[in-house]
């Protein structure tokens, strides 16, 4: 079962716009994390938000949760032709036997020169 | 990855044949686990490891069984492969020493098609 479903699913943007992409879940979560995948590659990992946190960033990227509304948004600010990636968002619903993580459908960002 | 690799990198392989995949690290990590990527279906769950010989199912077992006998070795093995089981195939890593890190690196992943 999908536990994260992103939106919107495919984004395109021009150089040095802001791009926001929503990550929706269904249950209680530990933790959300968001990670990138450029095409053919593995994920990388960007950032994670604790339940208990509203509000994160890292360099160009900010993270908000909002555990009421079982949500979570992205921001990439002043995007370049290089963020060109899927964006995927992942939750853990950790219970002692690993942080098993539970990963959304992606959402496709292109950014164009 | 730096720390994790996947062999091999692309394999084709036919119906009802065994296939065993690989994933080795170097980072000493205590939890190792096997996803799968489909168009539409993003990443699931296959298998998973938190120690040596400790695994679990994840969301999407069926045909599949792992194996860990050694801590930088996670082994995914499609016991009779068919079509449907071709996929791109990740493994990860996370954590060190007896708790986990959140954040999990990935392998570069084995396509895997079913002919």
């Known amino acids: 079962s999908q536990q994260g479903e992103e939106d919107p699913q495919a984004l395109s943007i021009q150089e040095g716009e802001n791009a926001t992409m929503n990550c929706s879940y269904k249950?209680?979560?530990?933790?959300l994390q968001w990670y990138r995948q450029n095409s053919g590659r593995g994920l990388v990992h960007l950032i994670l938000?604790?339940?208990?946190?509203r509000e994160k960033h890292s360099g160009r990227l900010r993270v908000t949760l909002d555990t009421s509304k079982k949500s979570s948004s992205l921001l990439i600010t002043a995007s370049r032709a290089a963020d060109t990636a899927s964006y995927f968002c992942?939750?853990?619903?950790?219970?002692?036997?690993?942080?098993?993580?539970?990963f959304g459908t992606g959402t496709q960002l292109k950014v164009e020169l | 990855d730096a720390g994790i690799t996947q062999s091999p990198r692309h394999k084709v392989t036919e119906t009802g044949t065994p296939v065993t995949l690989r994933c080795h690290q170097t980072?000493?990590?205590?939890?190792m686990y096997w996803y799968r990527q489909d168009p539409g279906h993003g990443l699931r769950l296959i298998h998973y490891?938190?120690?040596?010989?400790?695994?679990d199912k994840g969301e999407v077992s069926d045909g599949y069984s792992v194996s860990r006998s050694k801590t930088e070795d996670f082994l995914l093995t499609l016991e009779s492969a068919t079509s449907s089981q071709t996929s791109v195939y990740f493994c990860?890593?996370?954590?060190?020493?007896?708790?986990?890190?959140?954040?999990?690196?990935f392998g570069s992943g084995t396509r895997l098609t079913v002919v």
């Open positions: 990860a890593i996370s954590g060190s020493g007896d708790r986990p890190n959140y954040g999990y690196t």
């Open positions: 249950t209680s979560i530990n933790n």
């Open positions: 938000i604790r339940s208990n946190e």
């Open positions: 992942a939750t853990d619903d950790y219970t002692g036997g690993g942080n098993k993580l539970t």
């Open positions: 980072e000493n990590h205590r939890y």
């Open positions: 490891s938190y120690g040596v010989k400790d695994t």
